[in-house]
Structure formats: C-alpha cells, structure tokens
C-alpha cells in the first residue's frame, strides 16, 4: 500500500482485489457518466483522450475536470475517433494505463484500432455508450455496435446499469491487466438510460486508487524505443516479412483469443462470474443483456404478480468471452428461451443459439431499435404466445 | 469452447493446433504447475521436468529476451541459473533473443515467427522456454508442437505457459535451483 498526493487530495493505492471485493462503500445518487468518471477517478489512469460524440460527451468531459484536478497524467481532445483510438494505443504500448470513450458512429470510425489494440496485446480499458448507428439517424439507445466489435479479439463487458459501469470499468483494469490475459476491454452501456439518468451507486471512498500499472508484466516488451536493450516490438507488429510464417502471424491471432479464454477465472473472481441467473428452475428463462435485462426483470415481476412464476433471468454480464457453458446449464431445464435486445440483428440471440442444444427452444426477440423503448408488456405478450 | 479433456503432448500435431486456452485448459495458481494440460504440484512438475532433461538425447535451453537483456537486476542471476542448469543436464544454448522477424541461422538461434526450423535443423527432442515473454513463448511453442515431434518445457516469468507439455510458474532462480539439485543427485 502506498500513499501519493494526487492535486491538494491525499490517496492511498490498493489492490484491484481490495478495491472491488473488500472495501466498504458509500451510497451515491449519480448518472451513469458520473459513475465511468468515479471510476476512472479511482483507476490511477495515466492518460485519456476524448473526442465529443452523443451519449458519451459527458463523461469524457468529467474525466477532462478529473485531469484539472490532478487525477490523470495527461489528457487532450484527438482531431477524431480514429485519432482518439490510434493515439491510445501509442500510450499503452508506451507502458501507460489508459482510458477513453465513445459512441455508436464513433466507435464505427475507429474501427480499424480496435483489432490492433488487442493484436498488439494493450489492455486499454474503453467505454462505449451504444446508440444507434445507421440511417436514419437515431442518437437513441440501442446495441447494435456491439456486434461490431464482438471478433475483434477484445473483452466485452455489457453493464446493466451505472452501479454495473462503475465495477465493471474498475474490474476491467484488473482483468486485462492479468499477464496471461493482457487484451482490451470494451465495457458498454446502453446510452442515455444508463449515461443521463441518475440512480443508487455505491462507491468506495474516493481517497483510494488501484496500485499503479506494472507493464513489466505484460506478456510483450513495452515499445518504448529509448529503453534498452533492443527495438523489440516494431517489425513483428508491421507483420510483413518473409521472416515471419503465416503460421506464425495465424498463431499470433490464435493467441490473442486463448488470451480472453484465460480471462474466465478472473471475471469470476472481480465480477462474480460471466452471468447471474434468477429463478434457475424455471421452464421459461429471458436471456438479456445491458438494460434488456432491468425490463426483463420488471416483466418478470409484473407477471409474478398474475401467478406465472416460472420465468427465470439470465443477465449475460460478459460477451466475450462469451459463457456459452454457464448458459447452457442455466438453460437446461428451459423450454422456452427469450431473447429481447435493442438492436435490429439480434447478435445476442445468434450467440445463446450457437451455445445451446435445441436452439429451436430459441426466441429471438423481442427486439426494438431506431430509438423505441423496450416495454415489460412486450416481453410479457411474447412470453404469453409462446408459453402461456 | 473444449471438446473433452484436451492434453498438450508432443506432436506434430496438426498444420494448424488449436490453442490449449481455448479447448478448455486452464492455468495453475500459486504453488500448483502444469504437465501436458493438467494441473499438478509444483514439487511433481518440477522432477518431472529434471526427468526429461535427464533422458533426452539432445536437450536445448531457448533462453529469451527477459534473461539474455539486463532488463532487471533479475536478470543476471536468473541468467547464470540458466547456464548452471544447461551445464547439468548437458544442454546446448540456442538463445531467443529478440522476437524481430528476420532471417536467422538455425544452428544458431531460434524466432519465435518459425522455431520448427531451429527444432528440425538441431534434431531437438526436448527445448526449455525461459525468459521469454509468454505471448512469443505461447506463439512459439504451439508452432513447435503443431510441426514438430520435440518435447517442450517453459520456466515461465509470471503466469505459467498451457502450450508447453511442461511449464512452472514464476519460474525464479530458486525454482531452476530445485532442477538443478534433482539433475545433480540423480
């Protein structure tokens, strides 16, 4: 434990473990802009870069006072999202800890970094407040960004709430920055329900920050051209040399994603496992994501109270990886299975499909997008055509 | 997603293996190592691996970049543990000692972007990982079992390797000693 002084505030650093399992809280009536902001207040970041987009303006702009006050090394605003992207990723592979935010069509223009950043094996932490993405235009919540990003080889984290995006978000720091792990995290929210509406955090005191980023750990050298020994990292990064076999380059992939399935164990211990399931008998279990779940729950509950109890709830806390066995044992005694999303596609569905025997058990919706909501009476009057 | 218990044994095992990680095996905590994709005590990895030493025909220690670089004051001593350690089991030195992707020469030095050629060229039935970082470590050595017949052992820095047929964690000097003393008595 080390103590520092951070501006005129005096903090004391601790473990990840610490921090998230063991330290007492205090109950905060906040947005979930505010709750990313907490967190990054508490997560020792060296740098963050931000580019303005609608939802998630409002918490790089906080992040931008948390640099004022002292709290972060260095911060500035990219001439754009791939900018944003690119210019993390030089601050990662530099040996920094770093942090940055985006949304829906943000989060399509940097596109190219996410890959890299996982290729390179950084564990930049990122938040993406999903929105919509296509034409016509829509600024509303929705997830269909999400499919995006889901074989880029980064950690997936989809947060319920702002409660969920605070740990989530200081969770992703202890989880990427496992040696055996050491890949970005994208950790997402649906924009505006959980970005500008305020509800119960609870936070650790704020006088306390995660230790410091040891890149010495990391399972590549820092790329640092100053450093002895030796330039390490560059012509294997470019990639294109005779001097490199293509089962090389495939093996550097492959282990990219082996990184993520070592992530397991850990997202159980900081997070409490990749889902949580209620009612895990039911016959009828609602497999949701990100804010799905909150209206799911209140479906459930509505219908609790006109005597149809057995629905259970899946909340799928990490898309990737994604928990295809904890789904399937969850969902083995289920004869019906719903998945509602905000998005047209319906990845979420695609994937509890792919993981399950008898995916025709399957319903893939209900779905809404192009920025409706997502009533309890919708997920209840499909329940009720196909089971009740 | 594994299909069964996976084990991580000598090959060749396919033009293109899948990743341990990703068919189900699991890394070792503290106190515990790994031996062809179990989790097993350290005490038994470690005379496992004194074994293999003892009985190849032509053991090779690969030392990377983490020992061959004075990165640390860990290095030079993790360094003279490593020729100890190649002196008792009678292994030849092929360092490891940069990742770049460049032309070597086989007889020489081993790439973490083709080692099947260093492994084929040298004849080697047993190789020890050890200082080298363990994304180019894991890279190196499913290539090597992929393509190759050679037993592989890491003396891992941090996290233990799941694609070496042996590997201890936190691999320090104190762990080298112990195979040390088990080549030295035996």
Redesign the interface.
Same mark, same amino acid.
């Given at each position: 434990m080390n103590t520092d002084t951070v501006s005129k505030q005096k903090t004391t650093s601790i473990s990840a473990g610490e921090m998230l399992l063991k330290t007492a809280r205090n109950r905060a009536f906040i947005t979930g802009s505010e709750a990313v902001a907490e967190a990054v207040r508490r997560a020792n970041v060296d740098m963050a870069i931000a580019y303005p987009i609608t939802p998630q303006s409002e918490s790089m702009h906080l992040i931008g006072d948390l640099y004022a006050q002292g709290h972060i090394k260095d911060y500035y605003r990219a001439e754009n999202e791939f900018a944003v992207m690119a210019a993390i990723h030089g601050a990662s592979l530099g040996g920094g800890r770093v942090f940055t935010a985006t949304s829906g069509p943000g989060t399509l223009r940097a596109m190219e970094m996410f890959p890299v950043w996982a290729g390179s094996r950084q564990p930049i932490v990122c938040a993406f407040m999903c929105r919509g993405v296509a034409l016509p235009p829509s600024i509303q919540p929705e997830t269909i960004e999400i499919a995006f990003l889901l074989d880029t080889g980064m950690m997936i984290f989809h947060a319920e709430n702002a409660q969920d995006y605070f740990d989530m978000i200081l969770a992703g720091y202890a989880i990427a920055e496992q040696p055996e792990v050491h890949i970005p995290v994208g950790v997402f929210a649906d924009g505006f329900f959980v970005t500008h509406t305020r509800e119960v955090v609870m936070l650790p005191p704020d006088d306390l920050r995660l230790d410091a980023y040891n890149c010495d750990l990391a399972p590549i050298p820092p790329f640092d051209m100053e450093h002895a020994p030796i330039r390490m990292v560059r012509d294997p990064l470019l990639n294109k040399s005779n001097f490199v076999s293509y089962a090389a380059s495939g093996g550097w992939h492959l282990e990219v994603l082996a990184a993520a399935e070592r992530a397991r164990k850990h997202i159980n211990h900081y997070m409490g496992g990749l889902i949580e399931v209620e009612n895990p008998d039911a016959k009828v279990m609602i497999v949701a994501s990100g804010t799905a779940v909150s209206q799911s729950r209140e479906a459930i509950r509505v219908m609790s109270q006109q005597g149809m109890t057995d629905v259970g709830l899946i909340k799928v806390k990490s898309i990737r990886p994604f928990p295809e066995k904890e789904i399937e044992q969850a969902t083995a005694k289920a004869s019906l299975i719903l998945v509602p999303e905000f998005n047209a596609g319906g990845w979420l569905a695609r994937e509890v499909k792919a993981s399950i025997d008898n995916n025709k058990r399957v319903v893939a919706g209900p779905r809404v997008f192009g920025g409706a909501s997502l009533p309890s009476e919708v997920i209840i009057g499909e329940i009720k055509k196909h089971q009740y | 997603?594994a299909q069964g218990k996976y084990k991580v044994v000598q090959g060749p095992e396919a033009?293109?293996p899948?990743? !341990? !990680?990703?068919m189900g095996v699991?890394?070792p905590d503290a106190g515990d190592a790994i031996a062809e994709g179990e989790i097993v005590p350290e005490s038994s990895a470690v005379e496992l691996i004194a074994r293999k030493l003892k009985e190849a025909k032509n053991p090779v220690i690969c030392p990377g970049?983490l020992i061959v @670089?004075? @990165?640390?004051d860990d290095a030079s001593p993790k360094a003279a543990a490593v020729k100890e350690l190649a002196e008792a089991c009678k292994a030849k030195i092929l360092p490891m000692q940069?990742?770049? /992707?460049?032309?070597?020469n086989p007889a020489a030095e081993i790439?973490?972007? *083709?080692p099947n050629v260093t492994i084929l060229h040298n004849e080697i039935d047993v190789c020890v990982f050890v200082g080298v *970082?363990? *994304?180019?470590e894991?890279? /190196?050595l499913?290539?090597i079992r =992929? =393509?190759t017949n050679c037993y592989t052992i890491a003396l891992s820095?941090? !996290?233990a390797s799941?694609e070496a047929m042996i590997s201890l964690r936190d691999a320090g000097v104190e762990k080298i000693k112990e195979i040390i003393k088990i080549l030295k008595e035996t």
């Amino acid at each position: 434990m080390n103590t520092d002084t951070v501006s005129k505030q005096k903090t004391t650093s601790i473990s990840a473990g610490e921090m998230l399992l063991k330290t007492a809280r205090n109950r905060a009536f906040i947005t979930g802009s505010e709750a990313v902001a907490e967190a990054v207040r508490r997560a020792n970041v060296d740098m963050a870069i931000a580019y303005p987009i609608t939802p998630q303006s409002e918490s790089m702009h906080l992040i931008g006072d948390l640099y004022a006050q002292g709290h972060i090394k260095d911060y500035y605003r990219a001439e754009n999202e791939f900018a944003v992207m690119a210019a993390i990723h030089g601050a990662s592979l530099g040996g920094g800890r770093v942090f940055t935010a985006t949304s829906g069509p943000g989060t399509l223009r940097a596109m190219e970094m996410f890959p890299v950043w996982a290729g390179s094996r950084q564990p930049i932490v990122c938040a993406f407040m999903c929105r919509g993405v296509a034409l016509p235009p829509s600024i509303q919540p929705e997830t269909i960004e999400i499919a995006f990003l889901l074989d880029t080889g980064m950690m997936i984290f989809h947060a319920e709430n702002a409660q969920d995006y605070f740990d989530m978000i200081l969770a992703g720091y202890a989880i990427a920055e496992q040696p055996e792990v050491h890949i970005p995290v994208g950790v997402f929210a649906d924009g505006f329900f959980v970005t500008h509406t305020r509800e119960v955090v609870m936070l650790p005191p704020d006088d306390l920050r995660l230790d410091a980023y040891n890149c010495d750990l990391a399972p590549i050298p820092p790329f640092d051209m100053e450093h002895a020994p030796i330039r390490m990292v560059r012509d294997p990064l470019l990639n294109k040399s005779n001097f490199v076999s293509y089962a090389a380059s495939g093996g550097w992939h492959l282990e990219v994603l082996a990184a993520a399935e070592r992530a397991r164990k850990h997202i159980n211990h900081y997070m409490g496992g990749l889902i949580e399931v209620e009612n895990p008998d039911a016959k009828v279990m609602i497999v949701a994501s990100g804010t799905a779940v909150s209206q799911s729950r209140e479906a459930i509950r509505v219908m609790s109270q006109q005597g149809m109890t057995d629905v259970g709830l899946i909340k799928v806390k990490s898309i990737r990886p994604f928990p295809e066995k904890e789904i399937e044992q969850a969902t083995a005694k289920a004869s019906l299975i719903l998945v509602p999303e905000f998005n047209a596609g319906g990845w979420l569905a695609r994937e509890v499909k792919a993981s399950i025997d008898n995916n025709k058990r399957v319903v893939a919706g209900p779905r809404v997008f192009g920025g409706a909501s997502l009533p309890s009476e919708v997920i209840i009057g499909e329940i009720k055509k196909h089971q009740y | 997603m594994a299909q069964g218990k996976y084990k991580v044994v000598q090959g060749p095992e396919a033009y293109f293996p899948p990743a !341990a !990680a990703i068919m189900g095996v699991t890394l070792p905590d503290a106190g515990d190592a790994i031996a062809e994709g179990e989790i097993v005590p350290e005490s038994s990895a470690v005379e496992l691996i004194a074994r293999k030493l003892k009985e190849a025909k032509n053991p090779v220690i690969c030392p990377g970049p983490l020992i061959v @670089w004075q @990165w640390s004051d860990d290095a030079s001593p993790k360094a003279a543990a490593v020729k100890e350690l190649a002196e008792a089991c009678k292994a030849k030195i092929l360092p490891m000692q940069d990742y770049r /992707a460049k032309r070597i020469n086989p007889a020489a030095e081993i790439s973490p972007n *083709h080692p099947n050629v260093t492994i084929l060229h040298n004849e080697i039935d047993v190789c020890v990982f050890v200082g080298v *970082h363990s *994304h180019f470590e894991n890279v /190196a050595l499913r290539l090597i079992r =992929g =393509g190759t017949n050679c037993y592989t052992i890491a003396l891992s820095e941090y !996290a233990a390797s799941d694609e070496a047929m042996i590997s201890l964690r936190d691999a320090g000097v104190e762990k080298i000693k112990e195979i040390i003393k088990i080549l030295k008595e035996t």
